[in-house]
């Protein structure tokens, strides 16, 4: 285990006080020169749900995905700012971006199950994340990420077939039983439902309040109805003229979507523009 990683588990196992899980303090994000977000300072809190909200290119999926450093992935990408999780700076220059994500999961728009069983989906990513246990340990680990996911009950007798064989909205529950089989403190989802059905969608919903008992959650959606139904809080981001996005407002769901601040909230949530 690296001193990195050993920090960053001392301090979430330590840090049981505090209501916020993450926090972003003028936080920048650049493609090249171009200024995708700009100056956000943002407070998370644990064990809620959390929407980011707005238009059309307002750098709602490059917030997300500051929270583990996946813009990173994109060569031209890099931040200024920082953000701070469980007292540490996941952008210190001493910080492994890989050790980040076992702890801040994502799950993206597109369901992306591996090309392996329904069992292998969840035991390869917690493998390769650090699990060192025994068969059955195992198999406890997978049915109770399944149990999690809402999923076990489907599966439970194939979990010998391909993760590809299952719907798609199983296919999404697949990929968060895959993620909190690694046991992360964050999960980031980045339109999780957009690609589903309405029923599938209001399992993801279920699932996504069901999850905030013991994990936080940030979603990016451009479903305002799904907004004000799964989330605590909500942060409205648009653009400026110069087309960087920023945080307009944030506050409670309820505040934002029945009394907001900004006449341009306003505008963006009862669709008058976006």
């Known amino acids: 285990m690296t001193y990195q990683t050993q920090q960053i588990h001392q301090d979430i196992s330590g840090n049981t006080n505090g209501k ?12 090249g020169d171009f200024l995708a977000v700009k100056k956000v300072s943002l407070e998370i809190q644990k ?16 917030m997300l995905r500051a929270f583990n450093r996946m813009n990173e992935l994109v060569p031209t990408a890099h931040a200024t700012g920082e953000v701070i999780f469980y007292g540490i ?15 801040i999961g994502m799950v993206f728009q597109k369901p992306n199950p591996f090309p392996k069983t329904i ?6 990513g917690a493998q390769i994340n650090g699990f060192k246990g025994s068969k059955s340990e195992m198999d406890n680990l997978v049915e109770e990420a399944l149990v999690g996911a ?65 994990y936080t959650i940030i979603v990016v959606t451009h479903n305002m109805q799904q907004a004000a139904r799964v989330s605590d809080y909500t942060a409205f981001f648009t653009m400026g003229d110069d087309r960087a996005g920023f945080l307009m407002e944030f506050g409670e769901t309820n505040q934002i979507f029945t009394n907001p601040k900004q006449k341009v909230t306003e505008d963006y949530i009862t669709g008058r523009f976006g």
Not at 47 to 62: D, E, L, M, N, V
Not at 89 to 103: F, G, K, L, M, S
Not at 119 to 124: G, H, L, R, T, V
């Open 89 to 103: 700076n996941i952008y210190d220059q001493n910080i492994d971006p890989v050790e980040v994500r076992r702890h």
């Open 47 to 62: 064990q809620k749900i959390t929407a980011i909200i707005g238009p059309s290119g307002c750098g709602k999926s490059t």
């Open 150 to 214: 809402a999923l076990w009950e489907e599966v439970k007798d194939k979990l010998d077939q391909s993760g590809l064989s299952l719907s798609g909205g199983q296919q999404q529950r697949l990929c968060i039983a895959r993620t909190i089989a690694i046991k992360p403190a964050i999960i980031l989802m980045d339109e999780p439902a957009s690609a589903l059905d309405p029923l599938a969608t209001l399992k993801i919903e279920e699932l996504m309040k069901e999850l905030a008992k013991n």
């Open 119 to 124: 069992y292998e989906n969840i035991a390869w």
């Open 20 to 31: 916020n899980a993450i926090v972003a303090k003028d936080l920048s994000i650049y493609y």
